[in-house]
């Protein structure tokens, strides 16, 4: 099922699914990668980061990322924000829960920082995973079923193509999602919320995305690497 993202006051609908063969980009696109074992840092950068609630690190070739007090996230990011039609990818494990609050952890795509817009593809451990689109006006998540459990490591996904987001994990699709107003372009970035999440396996992907990175990315053939499956849609008022 293909969700429609824009915000309740606006309008959400239900879109349903014919699925087509699409190839996301054209014949070559970059890749950026970070595996964290040289242990830098210094091409990520938290969002706002306030100390006495969060904390980012490289222990023994990964990334940790966590929370210390209910209620808040953490945004870790990196890339430019002219950065658009990318794909991000990384491994991710809940190693602690935290607090008395649900943990979630996941990928922000298209993050302007300050400006407050991005796209947030979260795993809970609740029986779902969603989708949300996050503007200055709020922002509501698109739920999909995936049952998650701590301490096992999950390949994750996330596709922004035009107006289209795909979400996988192990590389199946388990969500996907249509905006009617696409944001336009932004940094890419892990998040954390009541929780410490240890990540590896950072890749960065698109015809725009520079090779290269602390994990020394290759040339790679997107038609090998990158073909996904979209769909004609129909959408059905859900309001």
């Keep these: 099922m293909q969700r429609n993202l824009n915000h309740p006051m606006r309008k959400i609908s239900i879109i349903s699914i014919l699925a087509i063969g699409f190839c996301l980009f ?18 990520w950068k938290v969002y706002n980061e306030d100390r006495a609630v969060e904390k980012w690190w490289i222990e023994r070739g990964s990334a940790i990322g966590e929370i210390f007090m209910d209620g808040f996230m953490s945004l870790w990011l990196t890339g430019n924000e002219d950065w658009n039609n990318y794909s991000l990818s990384c491994r991710a494990k809940l190693i602690k829960r935290k607090n008395n609050a649900e943990p979630y952890f996941g990928l922000t795509l298209y993050d302007t920082g300050q400006k407050n817009t991005r796209y947030l593809f979260f795993v809970y451990f609740n029986g779902m995973v969603a989708i949300v689109k996050s503007t200055p006006e709020g922002g509501a998540p698109v739920p999909f079923p995936f049952v998650a459990e701590e301490d096992i490591w999950y390949d994750i996904e996330a596709t922004v193509k035009e107006n289209l987001l795909e979400f996988k994990i192990n590389g199946e699709i388990v969500g996907a999602a249509q905006d009617t107003e696409p944001l336009k372009s932004g940094q890419a970035g892990l998040v954390v919320s009541n929780a410490r999440v240890q990540f590896d396996d950072v890749a960065i992907t698109g015809e725009k995305i520079p090779n290269g990175g602390p994990g020394k990315a290759q040339q790679v053939s997107v038609t090998r690497k990158l073909a996904t499956i979209w769909a004609t849609v129909k959408r059905v008022d859900s309001n």
């Excluded at 054209?26 to 091409?43: H, L, S, Y």
Aim: charged content about 50%; proline content about 0%.
């Design 26 to 43: 054209q014949a070559e696109a970059g890749v950026w990668r970070d595996d964290f074992e040289d242990k830098r840092t210094n091409e």
